[in-house]
């Protein structure tokens, strides 16, 4: 199963994405966290990253992002199958995908759009809390630790993001409109799109998630 998950920031994709790789057990490669953990790590692809502002809600350029997946989806793990988080995220980016699994003689399989009112959304970011250990996400409202202020798995204490402060969360929300919205359009002509309500708590999404896929096993 091949999958990529659509869906402005902080519509609970992360979240949704991991549900679903333990589901499936297929890996979740996600941009955002592979190119975070390059930068943390110092590797060549962390220095080629910091050319960029990703921390202020741009986007790494689809050459330097392609590769990053190239590589990471040509790994034994994806080798049954994967999704795919944060990518692609424009037009050439997807025609990108398709030639990358066309050399592999695979292809993708479905993708899921997360939908939420804007408002909703912004809010999501306000409250959203980050192990920085493990990269567990939260939210101090819809999905709340154990223990306040400390993730459930390694007990380290939590952190809001620097891309999760309000400017930074208007601008990539404009980004997002201006390169990754078209990819709705793109997905659904080629029939492979199916759109998912957010907006409820995310047990009930995973259940629309999981309806979605059981629906689609013809195909996959």
Not at 23 to 42: E, K, L, Q
Not at 151 to 163: H, M, N, Q, S, V
Request: glycine share 8%.
């Amino acid at each position: 199963m091949i999958l990529v998950l659509l869906g402005p920031p902080g519509v609970g994709k992360g979240t949704q994405a991991s549900r679903i790789s333990v589901h499936y057990d297929i890996p979740s490669v996600s941009t955002g966290a592979m190119f975070r953990d390059a930068v943390a790590r110092g590797t060549e692809l962390g220095r080629t990253i910091q050319r960029y502002r990703i921390d202020k809600g741009e986007y790494v350029p689809d050459e330097v992002v392609v590769t990053a997946v190239k590589d990471r989806i040509a790994e034994q793990d994806c080798k049954v199958g994967f999704l795919l988080d944060g990518f692609p995220r424009t037009t050439p980016q997807a025609e990108a995908l398709n030639r990358l699994l066309s050399e592999q003689s695979r292809r993708l399989n479905g993708v899921l759009n997360f939908a939420a009112p804007i408002n909703e959304i912004v809010q999501r970011f306000s409250g959203r809390r980050v192990c920085p250990n493990d990269g567990s996400t939260y939210h101090i409202e819809h999905q709340p630790p154990l223990q306040s202020g400390l993730c459930d798995l390694c007990k380290t204490p939590l952190i809001t993001r620097p891309d999760d402060d309000a400017e930074v969360v208007k601008r990539r929300l404009e980004v997002y409109a201006e390169k990754t919205a078209p990819l709705v359009a793109y997905y659904e002509k080629a029939g492979l799109l199916r759109t998912i309500d957010a907006t409820k708590e995310p047990e009930t999404v995973f259940g629309q998630v999981i309806a979605v896929l059981e629906g689609w096993q013809w195909h996959i």
